[in-house]
């Protein structure tokens, strides 16, 4: 999986990015995207895309029917949004240039879903725990929280394996910028720490890659 270095030296190269993150989830990451998309069943109803990157998911998205507001703080990864997608229609996609935490901008209630494609694992606990409660803040009730992340195993089988996998990268990383990024501990539990109902969590690559469904209650 990624690091944080990692993460932003492909975002520093949009034209690489997906590529790139095809290669350090070892394909694992179109399954992701089009599991997302499939728990979004709000055809014509508007979405909420933190972190969108260059637009993968939020392409899948579209191509379901949902108006996608999509949210990133890398103004070159919006440019490249806004390439791919420049045949949707006009009111199926609005760009903003904003960081995560800049959720709380938005109106209380005003989506239909929410979607997060490994964008959390680069906050601070604490910064995680704000954005999901402002996720659920301006989802409608009944509305759908999806969100795929780097997590750490369940078994103590798969935690050994994923430090054996993840060490070298760890110490590429460290001495590129000295700093990596950290797994979530437990995504579904900090999901319904935020108030959401779980529906379902999805496990990848040795249970280190998380999908968590989950819904605002009625």
Not at 7 to 17: D, I, N, T, V
Not at 36 to 58: P, Q, S, Y
Not at 182 to 197: M, Q
Request: hydrophobic content about 50%.
């Amino acid at each position: 999986m990624s690091s944080l270095a990692l993460m932003r030296l492909l975002e520093s190269a949009p034209l690489r990015y997906d590529k790139g993150m095809r290669l350090l989830t070892l394909g694992a990451i179109d399954q992701v995207r089009t599991a997302l998309a499939a728990a979004i069943d709000v055809d014509g109803g508007r979405v909420l895309e933190i972190g969108c990157g260059t637009g993968a998911l939020t392409e899948k998205l579209i191509a379901r029917g949902a108006r996608v507001t999509a949210l990133d703080q890398n103004p070159e990864m919006l440019e490249q949004v806004r390439a791919r997608l420049a045949g949707a229609a006009r009111d199926a996609l609005v760009l903003v240039e904003r960081t995560a935490a800049e959720i709380d901008s938005f109106a209380e209630q005003s989506f239909e879903a929410v979607a997060a494609s490994l964008s959390l694992s680069e906050m601070s606990r604490g910064e995680r725990s704000f954005v999901l409660r402002q996720a659920f803040r301006v989802l409608r009730a009944g509305g759908v929280i999806a969100l795929a992340d780097e997590v750490v195993p369940r078994t103590g089988a798969a935690r050994l394996w994923h430090r054996m996998l993840r060490a070298p990268v760890a110490a590429l990383t460290w001495a590129m910028v000295g700093s990596v990024s950290s797994p979530i501990p437990d995504l579904a539990a900090e999901t319904a720490a935020a108030g959401f109902r779980l529906r379902s969590e999805r496990r990848w690559l040795c249970e280190t890659l998380a999908m968590v469904v989950g819904e605002r209650p009625s």
